[in-house]
T-cell receptor, first 114, second 115 residues
Framework: DTAVSQTPKYLVTQMGNDKSIKCEQN?????MYWYKQDSKKFLKIMFS???????INETVPNRFSPKSPDKAHLNLHINSLELGDSAVYFC?????????????FGPGTRLTVL | DQQVKQNSPSLSVQEGRISILNCDYT??????FLWYKKYPAEGPTFLIS?????DKNEDGRFTVFLNKSAKHLSLHIVPSQPGDSAVYFC??????????????FGQGTILTVHP
């Protein structure tokens, strides 16, 4: 059973479109995250939710909107996609919101904006 | 402004030898450091961590060393095995519970272990 799953795995779309990436974890964790791995390979945190409450909101364009319908899901919606949004997006979860808690990552979603 | 840097993009090692992966950081507020390992088409998986109150943590073949004065940490893998071939990410966090789980990652080092 996959612990943290993301759909889709690959997403190719045109500039200006709106798209969503879904994330689900079956570990019973209370905290979920979205990271972006850019072309320089750095993994950068975008958002974090603890018990469905937003606790980290990094400097991310407001075209990106996370939504957590319940503790097991954290979806990422992106409006008006731009070329610079092309990246690999990773979802992660942890039990507790301390930086010392092990984070479990999904396999990533490779987004390509044409 | 990259607060965690892994200056070696890649490292090639012979099976059985030691692999040493390095990481430098600039933020003196970081007090917990982690190493993650990533295989292609998979997400990163936790490997080992160290608190700033220690200078060494060991887990089997993996040892992490922390030099706070130099703001430098390293991961030693002894002996290296072909299955260790992966991308290794260094990460850091600050402030324990107040960090809300925020990890700052380096850009990774590709380790290749040759049979």
């Amino acid at each position: 059973d996959t612990a943290v799953s993301q759909t889709p795995k690959y997403l190719v779309t045109q500039m200006g479109n709106d798209k969503s990436i879904k994330c689900e974890q079956n570990l019973g964790h209370d905290t979920m995250y979205w990271y972006k791995q850019d072309s320089k390979k750095f993994l950068k945190i975008m958002f974090s939710y603890n018990n469905k409450e937003l606790i980290i909101n990094e400097t991310v364009p407001n075209r990106f909107s996370p939504k957590s319908p319940d503790k097991a899901h954290l979806n990422l919606h992106i409006n008006s996609l731009e070329l610079g949004d092309s990246a690999v997006y990773f979802c992660a979860s942890s039990q507790g919101s301390s930086g010392r808690n092990e984070q479990f990552f999904g396999p990533g979603t490779r987004l390509t904006v044409l | 402004d990259q607060q965690v840097k892994q200056n070696s993009p890649s490292l090639s090692v012979q099976e059985g030898r030691i692999s040493i992966l390095n990481c430098d950081y600039t933020n003196s507020m970081f007090d917990y450091f982690l190493w993650y390992k990533k295989y292609p088409a998979e997400g990163p998986t936790f490997l080992i961590s160290i608190s700033s109150i220690k200078d060494k943590n060991e887990d089997g073949r993996f040892t992490v060393f922390l030099n706070k004065s130099a703001k430098h940490l390293s991961l030693h893998i002894v002996p290296s095995q072909p299955g260790d071939s992966a991308v290794y990410f260094c990460a850091a966090s600050a402030g324990g519970g107040t960090s809300y789980g925020k990890l700052t990652f380096g850009q990774g080092t590709i380790l290749t272990v040759h049979p």
